[in-house]
């Protein structure tokens, strides 16, 4: 079973418990269809295990395929400058098929951000490796598409996430 | 069928990625080669992984890697599929003989008439040094190929 490396840091966004006994990492692409389907299923998953579960969002962008994901991935980073990457992250999954640059802008308004903070904040060079780095760690831990998950750092195949996390809850309190 | 050995060399081939372009893998001595067979051009667990695989192409260059996929379709689904998907290395076709290269790495699945989704890391030498063949439906990942070039490279750099 490939594990995720490195493990889940104060570097990641987290959203929930930082207690919480499961983590769920998702390695996503905005553009991405597949994606863009488990974002609902993801929502759903945190509002059933409330306080159980840490979710952790890693980018993974495939940019050969999906022109707009690179550009997506570094707007929700660039966001994240000004505490704001689960606004941005929520709003690009929400608008898969607008992700221009000039949407990006107007979303960055509606979540708001300010645009000239913004435009600078989206060249910034630590935004830039954010991505490139989330993206490699993928390939070491074993992303072979998207999305990919990972449950308390072991890579998770199946497709029901909430009947993987359910188990793993019990054997945690045993 | 049993996949070509690590330590083994692996067998020269030439074929054809484009109606008029051939590649032989003795044209990458001196370099690294990551040889990834895949079922079939379209079916969507090959487009993942090369997929994955085209995202890392400059990686596996920083690498001294090139990466090279090999399957049974002809050459003009090859150019097709490679355009669609913006493919930055060859993918070289298997057809005649069908299957003759997937065979001589013991690769191919006779029942289906596809090569099995394996792959090969061939040193600069020709050697096999590392080989993987993943349950056809699964997409492998990238993380055994890097792992095993870390390892050649710093072997040799020991």
Same mark, same amino acid.
């Given at each position: 079973m490939a594990g995720l490396q490195p493990p889940v840091s104060e570097k990641d966004h987290i959203q929930g418990n930082e207690n919480a006994p499961v983590t769920l990492v998702e390695y996503g692409d905005y553009e991405c269809p597949y994606c863009g389907m488990a974002y609902p299923m993801i929502k759903k998953v945190q509002r059933h295990f409330a306080d159980d579960l840490r979710f952790v969002f890693r980018n993974f962008p495939l940019s050969e395929s999906h022109p707009h994901a690179v550009q997506a991935a570094e707007a929700?980073?660039?966001?994240? !400058?000004?505490?704001?990457?689960?606004?941005?992250? *929520?709003? !690009?999954?929400?608008?898969? *098929?607008? !992700?221009?640059? *000039? *949407?990006?802008? !107007?979303?960055?308004?509606?979540i708001g951000l300010k645009l000239d903070q913004f435009k600078k904040d989206l060249s910034n060079k630590d935004v830039i490796l954010k991505v490139q780095s989330d993206f490699k760690s993928g390939v070491r831990s074993g992303v072979n598409g998207t999305p990919n998950y990972f449950i308390n750092g072991f890579k998770y195949e199946g497709d029901n996430l909430t009947e993987a996390i359910t188990k793993i809850l019990s054997v945690v309190r045993g | 069928m049993a996949a070509l050995?690590?330590?083994?060399?692996?067998?020269?081939?030439?074929?054809?990625?484009?109606?008029?372009?051939?590649?032989?893998? %003795?044209? @990458?001595?001196?370099?690294?080669?990551?040889?990834? @067979?895949?079922p079939a051009d379209w079916s969507p667990v090959c487009g993942d992984e090369l997929a994955l695989f085209n995202e890392l192409v400059s990686d596996f260059k920083g690498m001294n890697a090139e990466v090279i996929g090999i399957s049974v379709d002809g050459v003009?689904? +090859?150019?097709?599929?490679?355009?669609?998907?913006?493919? +930055? @290395?060859?993918?070289? %076709?298997?057809?005649?003989?069908?299957?003759?290269?997937?065979?001589?790495?013991?690769?191919?699945?006779?029942?289906?008439?596809?090569?099995?989704?394996?792959?090969? $890391?061939?040193?600069?030498?020709?050697?096999?040094?590392?080989?993987? $063949?993943?349950?056809?439906?699964?997409?492998?990942?990238?993380?055994? $190929?890097?792992?095993?070039?870390?390892?050649?490279?710093?072997?040799?750099?020991?």
């Open positions: 929700t980073e660039a966001a994240g !400058l000004r505490g704001k990457f689960w606004e941005m992250h *929520d709003t !690009l999954y929400e608008n898969q *098929d607008a !992700l221009e640059t *000039d *949407d990006i802008f !107007l979303y960055s308004e509606r | 050995q690590t330590g083994t060399q692996a067998p020269d081939f030439c074929l054809p990625t484009t109606p008029d372009q051939k590649v032989s893998l %003795s044209e @990458f001595r001196g370099q690294n080669v990551v040889l990834a @067979f895949y003009w689904c +090859h150019v097709a599929f490679a355009q669609e998907r913006k493919y +930055h @290395f060859p993918i070289l %076709s298997d057809f005649e003989p069908k299957g003759a290269v997937a065979r001589n790495f013991g690769v191919y699945r006779e029942k289906e008439g596809v090569s099995e989704r394996a792959l090969f $890391v061939i040193d600069r030498d020709g050697v096999v040094r590392w080989s993987y $063949v993943s349950p056809i439906g699964i997409n492998p990942g990238a993380d055994g $190929v890097i792992s095993a070039l870390e390892e050649i490279n710093k072997k040799r750099s020991a």
